[in-house]
């Protein structure tokens, strides 16, 4: 799988939007971007993916560059529940392909 | 929406004693994980199931280690002979099969395994 590379740490105000970078330079043609995230050593949480085109969800925004060597995971309205780490993952989809968790970024979102 | 449930909690075991993890995954997901996340570090993959079947392992899914599906709704994971270095917190995870549904896998809350 791809490497992907996160900043450790960011902040944002409640309310405001929260967007968190990815770095995947590596990936191939037929990998996706997920992302997931982890409040307080619960069960990590799936939140979107995608292939190359942005996706949008209940949760959040996917923007994948053209290039789709970096992604952004945007949170339109953080609320200090959504606290947590976001982990940025590059898996082949359908296949039994394990995920592999990196450190990911501990967003903290300040009231 | 549906869940993951895993049992116990928390779990306290003597190095030596072996442990049994359970958990009930998501009735109609074929596909059975465990990770496990020792305190501080990152999510571990262990192991995926399916079809009664081991389908991958990593390098810290050795002799020690066993999963089990007994009954049509437990997945189960055996530590035979526990070690110090085995305290972590475990997670179970059910997907739909790969390639033929939702591709993203959901987590259970963890089960705190503490060997002393």
Partial sequence: DAKTTQPPSMDCAEGRAANLPCNHSTISGNEYV????????QGPQYII??????????????IITEDRKSSTLILPHATLRDTAVYYCIVSLSGSARQLTFG???QLTVLP | EPEVTQTPSHQVTQMGQE??????PISNHLYFYWYRQILG?????LVSFYNNEIS????IFDDQFSVERPDGSNFTLKIRSTKLEDS????????????????EAFFGQGTRLTVV
């Fill in chain 1, 34 to 41: 997920y992302w997931y995230r982890q409040i307080h050593s």
């Fill in chain 1, 49 to 62: 993916h995608g292939l190359k085109n942005n996706e949008t969800n209940e949760m959040a925004s996917l």
């Fill in chain 1, 103 to 105: 450190s990911g970024t």
């Fill in chain 2, 19 to 24: 442990v049994i993890l359970r958990c009930v």
């Fill in chain 2, 41 to 45: 570090q990152k999510v571990e993959f």
């Fill in chain 2, 56 to 59: 991958e392992k990593s390098e």
């Fill in chain 2, 88 to 103: 972590a917190m475990y997670f179970c995870a059910s997907s739909e099969v790969p390639g033929q549904g939702r591709p």
